[in-house]
């Protein structure tokens, strides 16, 4: 069974001016999704800022992100590490949390081989008992899960279940889906690209845009599954604009941003990470009000 189908956010991590984990504003942030209609909340992932994040402060974020969430919709904790023995700890310390599933990123700058992945993500996998969507993001991680190692995971380790694809490769995505026959669940990693996964039988995304647009992009997927195909089709290429200005600087920096614009005080980014030069600013500010949010 699916952890979700739909629309998950990849929260970010709200922080103070002195750099902490602002848990006032991160309450806050987690109330607008869940009333807006976000279907999971990925806690922890690239959005999260979880690269800059002590171990214990990654797993206290995921811990009272879980707590907060209450059960209200699943909690996906990402727990992936380019050592395998820290991803088995923050996976087994999640675990305990009550999360309701685990995302893992591929080993980054280690480059390992697929069968250096298969049995990465399997060692991951067998010290738990949560259902795991494995996250594919090669313009990260130096290292690319390719679709028969995908296959032979979630063939041979029964609680990896998805794959976030976020290679930006649809016809990779496209052979992973007929060699999978509707064994993984696949959902976008890539907000321009929801439709076009959903189509090659995607269950849903794991959004940055649902930081600003929870509700858009909830739809974009409801109306999918619903059968209205056009519908779908025009919430995607209205968000067009948007998803690149999203993305016109390295992710997290635009989405604080325009949760800031909004006035939900994300706050700041830890380095190396920088505020957003003032050209990328104006045009994130001009998409968003084309597109109604500001």
Known sequence: MSIFKGAGVAIVTPM??????????????????????TDAIIVC??????STLSHEEHLEVIKYCTEKVAGRVPVIAGTGSNSTETAIYLSTEAEKYGVDGL???????????????YTHFKTVADAVKLPIILYNVPSRTGCNILPDTIV????????????????????????????AGGKVDIY??????????????????ISVLSNVAPRQTHDICE?????????SMEL???????????????????VKK??????????????????????????????????GIL
């Open 188 to 205: 976008s990693g890539n907000d321009d690209q929801i439709v076009p996964i959903l189509s090659l039988g995607g269950i849903g995304v």
């Open 45 to 50: 992932g690239t959005t999260g800022e979880a």
């Open 223 to 231: 109306k999918y599954f619903a059968g209205d195909v056009k519908g």
């Open 236 to 254: 995607q290429l209205k968000a067009m604009e948007l998803c690149d200005a999203l993305f016109c600087e390295v992710n997290p920096i635009p």
């Open 103 to 117: 995302l893992l990123v591929s080993p980054y700058y280690n480059k390992a081989t697929q069968n250096g992945l």
């Open 152 to 179: 032979r995971l979630v063939t041979e380790v029964e609680n990896i279940v998805g794959v976030k694809e976020a290679s930006s490769n649809i016809s990779q995505i496209a052979r992973l889906a007929a060699k």
């Open 16 to 37: 103070k001016a002195n750099g902490e984990v602002n848990y006032e504003k991160f309450a806050a942030l987690i109330e607008f999704q869940i009333e807006n209609g």
């Open 258 to 291: 325009a949760l800031n614009l909004m006035g939900m005080e994300a706050g700041g980014l830890r380095l190396p990470l920088t505020e957003m030069e003032e050209a990328n600013a104006k045009k994130l500010e001009k998409a968003m009000k084309d597109f």
